[in-house]
Structures are given as C-alpha cells and as structure tokens.
C-alpha cells in the first residue's frame, strides 16, 4: 500500500513530506511507557506492519522506555526507508516515581538529541520537537534558551527540522519568531478543543498540526454523541474520532498509538470513514 492510499494522503513538514496518517511509538515500550514490550517480537512486527502499510510518518522520544522505543524501532526498520521519517521530542526525561521531569538545559537538549541519534542509528534527526510544559499540560515559560540550543544543533547538522510541543499559542509565536517552525503537537481530540484558533492560523500559514492523545489518552474518548454517530455508521467511535480529526483542517497530521496489529489495521481504515455535513455537526457539539 502506498502512501497516496492511506486516509488523508501527504503533508509537507518542509521538505519533509509525510502521510497524514502515521504512527505514534509511546505504547511499543512496557506498562507506564517503562521498560520493554511484554511481546517484543510483537512490537518489531507492528513496526514493520507500519511502513507496510504505507506510513512514512513514525513519532518516538528518547524517554519512551526510556531509550526502548528508538532501539526497537532501529531493530525493525533499520536500514530507513528514504521515504520514512522518524520524529522524535526532546525537552523531558523520566525520573524513578514513572514522572516526566522538564529537562530543557542545554546540556539536557544536547545529551537528548545524541541519544537519539545512536539509538535510532541515524546521522541526522529529521524532525525534533521541543517538549514544553509538564504532565499537566502546557505551562506559561520563555522558549528562547532551549529552542536556542536546537537552532545551534540544527546549525551544526545534527537537526533538519523543529517543532514544539505541549506549546500556548504564545509559545509557538515566540517559537516562530526564533526559527522556521514545522510542526506543533499539543493535545487535542473531539472533547479537548482548546486549540480550534491555533489549528486554523497554522493552516494558512502551511504549518502541520499533530494531535497527541487524539482518541483521549488512556481514557479512550466517551461521548453519546460520538456513540450515536458511530452506531448510525455501523463504526466505532475510534474510526469517528480519527475521521473527524482528517476532515478538521488539512494540515492536521494522526499519530494514533497501539501495540496491535490489529488495531494498527483497524485505525487505518477507520480513519478513511466520510463523514457528512450532519455527523460533522453533531460532534461539534462535543467540544463545545
């Protein structure tokens, strides 16, 4: 299957060009995003399922495991592709409670985006976010230092392309005004709309949008509105879910998790669903 067949088709991340519909790597390592899969050779086969299926577009971070997700997905898919892209985030690391401490020094940057490197095997990273805030959300702070770092290594040929995440829109306009942003990945689903603003001014300025938690984290999305439309599909509210964010704006790229192949298959064509002018006004009210 290529790309041009996933649901939604391609974006354009600079000259990075992706398809819309990709992958996100957090639930290949153990429980509570530590330690190893449970199934390791099921976790090698989702990945090589991924670029199977057509997805040139995988999103992974140092602290997943920390440092399994990247080793595993160099053990499946390494030698890359040229069509693949690995994005990966920096800007937190993981402490011994399970917590995301903030780890935006720069010498915390410069160490990140090394261990990346090595881990995914690569010589350049093509595409770093900057990981802003804390578990909670984003929280009101400067991103001159720490995006600074990234625009040095970035200088230095270890970076191609930033982005932030966990941003306020008012992080991403300071991020703007520092550097070439590509990519902004916040939080956003039918039920957490606090972006719509935000999504719309990236759009016309042909910046890509990146939902995490798209189906609603670990609690996945509950709604009877979602539930009413799904049912009058014959669909599941995680194939609404997905559909709904394509048909939102154009620039808004998925990176739907799952350790399933399964599941990975179900997300996949789920995602191509059509929605109507009345589905799409009856999930509006979700948000609302």
Request: glycine content about 10%.
């Amino acid at each position: 299957m290529s790309s041009r067949a996933l649901p939604g088709g391609t974006f354009s991340m600079g000259d990075l060009t992706v398809s819309r519909f990709g992958y996100g790597a957090m639930q290949l390592a153990g429980p509570g995003v530590i330690g190893p899969p449970a199934d390791r050779d099921a976790a090698l086969a989702v990945l090589r399922e991924v670029v199977e299926l057509g997805i040139t577009h995988i999103d992974t971070a140092g602290v997943y495991g920390p440092r399994v997700t990247n080793r595993l997905i160099r053990e499946a898919l390494h030698p890359y592709p040229e069509t693949l892209h690995v994005v990966t985030k920096v800007g937190a690391e993981r402490d011994e409670q399970g917590g995301w401490p903030p780890a935006r020094k720069p010498a915390d940057l410069r160490r990140a985006v090394h261990e990346n490197l090595e881990d995914l095997g690569l010589d350049v990273l093509d595409l770093v976010n900057l990981r802003l805030g804390d578990a909670m959300g984003p929280r009101p702070e400067s991103v001159e230092e720490a995006l600074g770092t990234l625009v040095e290594l970035r200088q230095e040929g270890l970076i191609r392309h930033i982005g932030v995440s966990n941003a306020t829109a008012e992080q991403v306009a300071e991020a703007r005004a520092i550097a070439p942003i590509v990519c902004v990945q916040n939080m956003y689903n039918l039920a957490h709309r606090q972006d719509d603003k935000l999504i719309d001014e990236l759009a016309g300025e042909g910046i890509a949008y990146v939902p995490f938690f798209p189906l609603g984290g670990f609690s996945p999305l509950q709604s009877s509105a979602l539930s009413a439309v799904a049912d009058r599909l014959n669909a599941t509210p995680m194939s609404v879910a997905l559909a709904w964010l394509l048909q939102r704006s154009p620039n808004i790229l998925l990176i739907p998790g799952t350790s399933s192949l399964a599941h990975l298959r179900e997300n996949v064509a789920g995602a191509g669903l059509r929605l109507s002018p009345g589905d799409l006004a009856e999930l509006d009210t979700i948000g609302r």
